[in-house]
């Protein structure tokens, strides 16, 4: 955990006050991104702030190897808090990880709250101190508690502040920084801020270079490798698992027809691991089950129909990639919001969503069963979900960085 900033350090950061305001860049268009071909490859110097989940970190990496794309000289750093999800990914991802204090408010007890809100002036000073010693040219927001105190402390320093909503309805921390921002980047159409439309821009969600590289050069290679000509059913519930799914799932297997033609690969959870194997082997279907994976682009290319929670993240990568799915919204989700990301493709026979409430073992098997035996009904929804794609959208969005970069440096 670094420690706040000294004091000449903190009067160095604090000589550069004052009372801010950022005037309107000018109306910027969702759909025409003013573009500079000669000033979106010189190096730059990025912090990505918060995380906390894959949904938030992801579409940061995507963004951050962009960035690289454009330049190997280019500075990347995250800051966050000490979450082991992010502290794994980024190591593997050869990202540096900086660290403050922050915790969540929505949905605690009063007395977790005001502990919470304590820890507010905490990380921005430590926000403060990392940012002066980087000297970022920019700062994005990836939305979760911990994004508020780096981005409150860019806005003071007078960093230019842009934020990403991977969600159809904003989170709580987005909507409050909203007003700091240069440019707000949004995933779905629908989405809405109570800010200057011209500061919005509908880009799409980042997904991973190495899932559409993947996806890429496999789609022609090695097509006689595929599992038998099984009908592969792949189950994700985040890196914590999904307890309700897995054993909805565990409990289908036995009304499931025609079992010699399918083959499950089933992230669980280290929770329910062993209980999910077993059920598994009682039944006779063949299996790869593990607590988590980390070759998430070899088991997009092997799937035939997913079966998953829909945060935003696991939304985009589905649509960039043109796969059939059932969702499984989680229920306690901030402000529903799964069940609006579903929603926005169920609607357009883009995928088939089953509310939580609603799901049972008889219904998941007939669901399965069915898409194995309807191929042009899987094709047809996987068709649909691919229309819902971008998979440009790290790259529209480091485009327009740059353009924000350059306006705040006139």
């Known amino acids: 955990m670094h420690a706040i900033a000294t004091g000449n350090e903190f009067a160095a950061v604090a000589t550069r006050w004052g009372i801010f305001s950022h005037p309107s860049d000018g109306e910027h268009s969702t759909t025409q991104i003013r573009r500079s071909a000669d000033a979106t490859h010189h190096a730059l110097r990025i912090v990505f702030a918060g995380g906390g989940t894959g949904g938030h970190l992801f579409p940061g990496i995507a963004m951050a190897q962009e960035f690289e794309a454009r330049n190997s000289a280019s500075r990347i750093i995250f800051i966050s808090t000490a979450n082991p999800m992010e502290v794994s990914v980024l190591a593997k ?8 204090a922050a915790a969540g408010i929505k949905g ?14 905490m990380g921005i000073l430590q926000s403060m101190r990392i940012l002066y010693r980087f000297a970022p040219d920019l700062a994005i927001g990836l ?25 159809i309805l904003p989170g709580i921390t987005n909507r409050i920084l909203s007003r700091f921002a240069k440019r707000i980047f949004i995933s779905f ?61 565990a409990e289908s297997l036995a009304h499931l027809k025609h079992k010699d033609r399918l083959y499950f690969i089933h992230q669980t959870g ?13 039944n006779q279907i063949r299996c790869r089950v593990q607590a988590f994976f980390n070759d998430m682009a070899e088991l997009y290319h092997q799937a035939d129909l997913l079966i998953c929670r829909a945060g935003a993240t696991t939304v985009a990568e589905i649509t960039a990639l043109g796969k059939a799915v ?22 357009a026979n883009a995928a088939e969503m089953i509310i939580e409430k609603d799901l049972d073992a008889e219904t998941l098997a007939q669901r399965i069963t069915y898409y194995a035996s309807h191929p042009e009904a899987l094709q047809e929804m996987a068709a649909k979900a691919k229309t819902f794609g971008n998979p440009k959208a790290a790259e529209h969005i480091v485009d ?10 006139r």
């Not at 991802?93 to 403050?100: P, V």
């Not at 605690?108 to 002036?121: A, D, E, F, M, T």
């Open 93 to 100: 991802s050869n990202y540096e990880l900086h660290l403050i």
């Open 108 to 121: 605690r007890g009063i007395w977790h709250q005001l502990k919470s809100v304590l820890k507010i002036p």
């Open 143 to 167: 939305g979760s508690y911990s994004a508020g105190p780096v981005i409150i402390g860019a806005w003071l320093e007078r960093i230019p502040v842009v934020l990403h909503e991977q969600n």
């Open 189 to 249: 159409k629908d989405t809405k801020f109570n800010q200057d439309s011209r500061k919005i821009c509908w880009l799409g969600n980042p997904v991973r270079r190495e899932l559409m590289e993947y996806s890429t050069t496999r789609a022609v290679e090695n097509v006689a490798d595929e599992l038998d000509a099984s009908f592969t059913i792949l189950i994700i519930g985040g890196s914590q698992g999904a307890h309700r799914i897995n054993m909805a799932v």
């Open 270 to 282: 280290q929770a329910d691991e062993q209980a999910v194997i077993d059920a598994y082997h009682r």
């Open 326 to 347: 059932i969702f499984i919204p989680y229920p306690y989700a901030a402000d529903n919001h799964q069940v609006l990301n579903a929603g926005s493709l169920s609607a």
């Open 400 to 409: 327009d960085c740059y353009e924000v970069v350059k306006l705040s440096n």
